[in-house]
């Protein structure tokens, strides 16, 4: 594909990876909550859930979601009740302590971390359709196969850059905020968007082709 489509997609690209969604809520509140590196290392099952995504999207079954109207609410509802509860367990935990970055945390509390970032990530229908309205718009038709494995690679490492981005955005915030009582917000702040992003997807239509 050409320079000249590349250059196109990733201004494009990166807007769509640092739209506030939530995963990026996610890697937001991780981050203050237990550091960038956490965060990082917890969002790599994201990049797993969109690498899946898009090669799901390559192979042709991407456009089941956007013809077949009980896969996409299959998908849509699975993903809407497990943000709802997600942002329900967050509301119900007690307040976030601020760790350092340099601590070891159990290997379990990591791995977590990383299943709720790849179930919000996967359980998005919607990923799915921009890959598939998205990405098209840039492919070389002469060299599909390459072209979408370079738009795919742009658009995993776009993201990680938004999710430290993100992330950072994160700890930055916790620098501000100190004292158990004073940290009670970011749960109900973080539980009350998910749980808002949740009902936003329930009320998602499918895109008529």
């Given at each position: ?67 077949s109207e009980v ?60 890959f598939t309205a ?70 998602a239509q499918r895109?008529?082709?």
């Amino acid at each position: 594909m050409s320079l000249h489509a590349i250059l196109w997609f990733i201004p494009a690209c990166f807007a769509l990876n640092m739209a506030f969604g939530p995963n990026n809520l996610l890697a937001l509140t991780n981050g203050m909550r237990w550091g960038v590196g956490v965060a990082l290392a917890a969002s790599l099952a994201r990049i797993a859930a969109f690498a899946i995504m898009i090669v799901i999207t390559a192979l042709g079954l991407g456009a089941l979601l956007t013809t077949s109207e009980v896969a996409f609410s299959a998908i849509k509802w699975a993903g809407a009740a497990y943000l709802v509860w997600l942002g329900i367990k967050i509301l119900r935990a007690g307040a976030p302590q601020i760790e350092q970055e340099t601590k070891v945390r159990p290997a379990l509390s990591l791995k977590n971390l990383a299943l709720q970032e790849f179930w919000v990530a996967i359980g998005n229908p919607k990923a799915i359709l921009i890959f598939t309205a998205f990405f098209p718009q840039f492919l070389d038709a002469a060299n599909y196969a390459s072209s979408f494995t370079i738009l795919g690679v742009v658009f995993l490492v776009l993201e990680m850059i938004a999710i430290t981005i993100y992330a950072m955005a994160g700890r930055r915030l916790a620098r501000f905020t100190t004292g158990k009582s004073s940290l009670g917000w970011v749960n109900r702040v973080s539980g009350s968007m998910m749980i808002a992003f949740g009902a936003m997807l329930a009320l998602a239509q499918r895109p008529s082709m």
